[in-house]
């Protein structure tokens, strides 16, 4: 059945609590949802004692189930406001649930400034001060907790940003070579952790499949169909592989949905030199520690990640993804692949959210601040003015709807005060919709409409027009939630999409874990209740339809190469939560 | 006439020579289909999964005009 840790930061405790009946059946989002919703007050201040942040694996985490080594993270968010849960991969997260623990919450907040490093090894679990690590970047505290508890520690850790509790700070873990960088990165969650002065989560133990399952046989069953459907896929075992998640450049630039400098256009002059293709090339031609087809945990058989290596063949920084590459790249005007790729170790290192620094880099260019294109400038203030904590670092670390008011403009790509991922709405409807109606503002993640719209994968619906975007906004947001709550890669969607008996085999693998009989129709439900808590939760916060809506400009700015504008109906955006 | 056509992803294998930021420019006699472009450029129809002509999505029965650009990719996905 497992235990919830709970981490009180006031008391500086940390004690084992059962299972509650009614979370048996959560893992993952379901679970950090359900928890901040029970718990947390929704007038809640997000950097206050009130707010709590949990981390849970997914259901079917610690287990050989492939790509199913998810940690989710959830709180409040400081950046938007409301419910918030990030998630990624790493190895932390399958150390966890092979301990029995189901989810980790940290409340209260210490009554005088100092960081703690939470321990958790097979014995129990301890705070212990973490002074000598304040305002340490993410490299080297892993590297120097892996020194001195451990190599193959799992570690879940804020940089200085999140220390300085910056709206967009991310929180951090390791892959197995040690490398932070697999973040859960969006809303502000790295904040949240500072606010609680929790510097690390530190998980020692070389357990990873331990999770118990009460029907092996049939479980491994269904394992091996869920493995075939993903080597039989050509997206998962092809295309990720060879050229990693940034091979989409080219094609929403070939789509002219690819946002370039700050949301002006939708084609870029410059993607074929940050594409994944790109990328690939770099890394035949560089060696060294330099590689594609790489592995963010045991057990992932899609391998999406990367080493992006330097000139000398020294890791430049793991892994460079598509809209990080994006985001710190096209909508800077920055072309030049080392660059990005620095920037990108930068955000990893302070503990920033890729994304939302690369869209508050865009609008602080909109302003002239820097420079679109200059690289070395965004460099520079990453690692001089955001690491240091300086007057333009925390505007900066504002996040993008922030950095927006205070220059003035209106080309602001948020909604809910969140920026918007590498998908134009203008160019990508369906993106658009999702954007408008998340329950965590503009995410691509929660209701990835790009499947349809660009990839063909799960169908098409045409980009260009507004019909038919609603409903693919609302079924993919359904399923996305169970997705997050089963621990699986996002990645295995694609697969879940197009090939028919891979769904059932995820939920034999849920029934032969926890000896349920659920079905395909159970998981649309389960869901479906997901999304009714975190929209009750962000209601009672004070959101309604009006937040439900994109940035003005949108709907006027007409988006090059098309001339198209969002024009999505408000009336059929509020029907997204119809079910 | 003139036309453009750009591999992307496994597809690059069938122009290998091809820098990444160009595509290759072909002189072929109307009528000209997707179908037909990909055949004379050597690329296995069955390898490929998205079209896009102009920038916008197209199928293998599109008819091409002198100065199109049409985009193919293999299955891809990422995010």
């Known amino acids: 059945m497992g235990k919830i840790l709970r981490v009180n930061m006031t008391e500086l405790t940390a004690k084992y609590e059962d299972v509650p009946e009614k979370y048996a059946l959560l893992g993952g989002r379901a679970l950090t949802s359900a928890l901040v919703a029970d718990e947390v007050p929704p007038d809640a201040h997000p950097l206050?004692?009130?707010?709590k942040i949990v981390f849970a694996p997914g259901l079917l985490t610690g287990t050989n189930a492939p790509c199913s080594g998810r940690l989710s993270v959830g709180a409040k968010s400081p950046l938007t406001g409301t419910i918030k849960e990030s998630n990624a991969g790493g190895i932390t997260a399958q150390k966890l649930a092979s301990l029995g623990i189901k989810a980790v919450v940290v409340e209260g907040r210490p009554p005088e400034d100092g960081l703690h490093l939470l321990v958790i090894n097979e014995d129990g679990a301890e705070l212990v001060p973490a002074g000598k690590f304040a305002g340490m970047g993410c490299y080297a505290l892993t590297r120097g907790l892996w020194q001195e508890y451990g190599a193959n520690s799992g570690i879940i850790s804020i940089g200085p940003a999140g220390e300085m509790r910056m709206a967009l700070a991310g929180v951090s873990t390791n892959d197995r070579e040690g490398d932070p960088g697999r973040y859960a990165g969006r809303g502000g969650l790295g904040?949240?952790?500072?606010?609680?002065?929790?510097?690390?989560?530190?998980?020692?133990?070389?357990?990873?499949?331990d999770a118990p399952v009460k029907d092996p046989e049939k479980f491994a069953e269904a394992v091996r169909k869920l493995t075939k459907a993903l080597?039989?896929?050509?997206?998962?075992?092809?295309?990720l592989p060879a050229y990693g998640t940034a091979v989409l450049i080219n094609i929403l630039n070939e789509a002219g949905g690819l946002p370039t400098r700050n949301f002006s256009s939708g084609r870029f002059e410059g993607a074929a030199k940050v594409s994944g293709e790109a990328m690939a090339e770099a890394v035949a031609q560089r060696g060294g520690k330099g590689r594609t087809g790489h592995a963010c945990h045991p057990g992932c058989v899609i391998r999406c990640s990367n080493i992006i290596p330097d000139a000398k063949g020294e890791v430049l920084c793991t892994p460079v993804e598509y809209e990080s590459t994006?985001?710190?790249?096209?909508?800077?005007?920055?072309?030049?692949?080392?660059?990005?790729?620095?920037?990108?170790?930068l955000c990893n290192d302070v503990g920033l959210d890729t994304i939302e620094t690369g869209v508050t880099l865009g609008v602080l260019m909109e302003a002239g601040v820097l420079a679109f294109g200059d690289g070395e400038a965004a460099i520079n203030l990453l690692d001089r003015e955001a690491r240091n904590g300086t007057p333009l670092g925390r505007i900066l670390g504002g996040g993008s709807a922030l950095a927006g008011k205070l220059f003035g403009l209106t080309r602001v790509p948020t909604v809910k005060d969140q920026g918007m991922p590498a998908y134009d709405p203008r160019a990508v409807k369906g993106m658009g919709v999702t954007y408008a109606t998340s329950t965590m503002g503009a995410d691509h993640t929660?209701?990835?409409s790009v499947t349809a719209n660009i990839l063909k994968v799960g169908g098409?619906?045409?980009?260009?027009?507004?019909?038919?975007q609603v409903d693919l906004s609302r079924?993919?947001?359904?399923?996305?939630?169970?997705?997050?709550?089963?621990?699986?890669?996002?990645?295995t969607a694609f697969a879940l999409l197009d090939i028919d008996y891979a769904l059932p085999s995820v939920v034999d693998m849920i029934n032969a874990q926890y000896g349920t009989s659920l079905t395909v129709d159970d998981v649309f439900n389960y869901g479906k209740e997901i999304l009714k808590t975190e929209r009750a939760f962000n209601a009672a916060a004070g959101f309604t339809a009006a937040h439900d809506r994109l940035p003005e400009f949108m709907?006027?700015?007409k988006l090059p190469p098309h001339q198209v504008t969002f024009d999505v109906p408000n009336e059929e955006l509020d029907t997204v939560f119809n079910f | 006439m003139q036309v453009e056509l750009q591999l992307f992803a496994t597809l690059r294998k069938y122009a290998p020579d091809q820098p990444l930021d160009k595509g290759l420019v072909m002189n072929v006699e109307p009528p000209l289909t997707v179908s037909i472009l990909l055949e004379k450029a050597g690329v296995p129809l069955d390898k490929v999964k998205i079209i896009m002509v102009n920038n916008r999505h197209a199928g293998f029965d599109q008819e091409l005009a002198a100065g199109d650009r049409v985009a193919a990719f293999p299955p891809v996905a990422g995010g």
């Open chain 1, 475 to 491: 079924n993919l947001q359904v399923a996305t939630a169970a997705v997050d709550a089963s621990g699986l890669c996002l990645f």
């Open chain 1, 191 to 209: 904040a949240v952790m500072g606010a609680k002065g929790l510097k690390a989560v530190l998980v020692r133990t070389d357990k990873t499949f």
């Open chain 1, 231 to 239: 080597a039989e896929h050509p997206v998962t075992n092809q295309a």
């Open chain 1, 48 to 51: 206050g004692e009130n707010n």
């Open chain 1, 446 to 448: 929660i209701g990835y």
């Open chain 1, 555 to 557: 709907k006027l700015e």
């Open chain 1, 326 to 345: 994006w985001a710190l790249g096209p909508n800077c005007g920055i072309d030049n692949l080392d660059h990005i790729a620095m920037l990108n170790r």
């Open chain 1, 460 to 468: 098409f619906v045409d980009p260009l027009q507004a019909e038919g």
